[in-house]
């Protein structure tokens, strides 16, 4: 399958700081990028649906605001937490799709704020 | 919009043996179901999908099917190993969103 790079895999912030993550797909371009949320035992939670060149299309319930995502190319998507607090601790995963219907995923970043 | 529900939360099978796992989604305009194995503390990989359009689907042990009228798929791994102990999760994918069931943990019992 297709590769899709998530860096870094954990990070360690203060609270009241900000963070980015970056989303690389590999081998293929991406034309959609998702971004989860997933907490410890539970699912995957979309977040945010992105396209080259456009804004993200956020799920109900997410702060556009704080969670700023970026996807200026067919390779790159970043999402930064902003101002971030102990209850964003989480592990985010991107995916990324190209011309199919397939999906690939990034390996996680795990956030954790302190 | 979509709602996938997934069972069983928990799965225990005998190493060799058979495991199942089902899902169901909620919009028929729904066209395209990937289950995704995740490892902890990686990302999901994609490890078999179907269309919409063809009800059974097979690679090598891992087989999935698809019920479009009742609007339920499943997963099914004959031959299991210890390596197939992860947490399953099904996704159903409309437009340009995949949504996913809660997941399964799979435990392959020696």
């Known amino acids: 399958g297709a590769v899709v790079s998530q860096h870094p895999s954990w990070v360690i912030c203060k609270s009241g700081t900000s963070v980015k993550i970056e989303c690389r797909s590999l081998?293929?371009?991406?034309?959609?990028m998702f971004w989860y949320r997933q907490f410890p035992k539970q699912s995957l939670m979309l977040m945010a649906t992105s396209n080259e060149g456009s804004k993200a299309t956020y799920e109900q319930g997410v702060e556009k605001d704080k969670f700023l995502i970026n996807h200026a190319s067919l390779t790159l998507s970043t999402l930064t937490v902003t101002s971030a607090h102990p209850e964003d601790s989480s592990f985010y995963i991107c995916?990324?799709?190209?011309?199919?219907?397939?999906?690939?995923f990034g390996q996680g970043t795990r956030l954790t704020v302190v | 919009g979509e709602n996938v529900e997934q069972h069983p939360s928990t799965l225990s099978v005998q190493e060799g043996d058979s495991a199942v796992i089902k899902c169901t989604y909620s919009?028929?305009?729904?066209?395209?179901f990937p289950w995704y194995k995740q490892e902890l503390g990686k990302g999901p990989q994609l490890i078999i999908d179907i269309r919409s359009n063809v009800g059974e689907k097979k690679d090598q042990r891992i087989a999935v099917t698809l019920n479009k009228t009742a609007k339920h798929f499943s997963l099914h791994i004959t031959e299991t190993q210890p390596e197939d102990s992860a947490v399953y999760f099904c996704?159903?994918?409309?437009?340009?969103?995949?949504?996913f069931g809660k997941g399964t943990r799979l435990h392959i019992l020696p």
């Open positions: 081998d293929f371009q991406a034309t959609t």
């Open positions: 919009d028929s305009a729904s066209n395209y």
């Open positions: 995916s990324a799709r190209g011309e199919g219907a397939e999906a690939f």
């Open positions: 996704a159903a994918n409309r437009d340009d969103k995949i949504i």
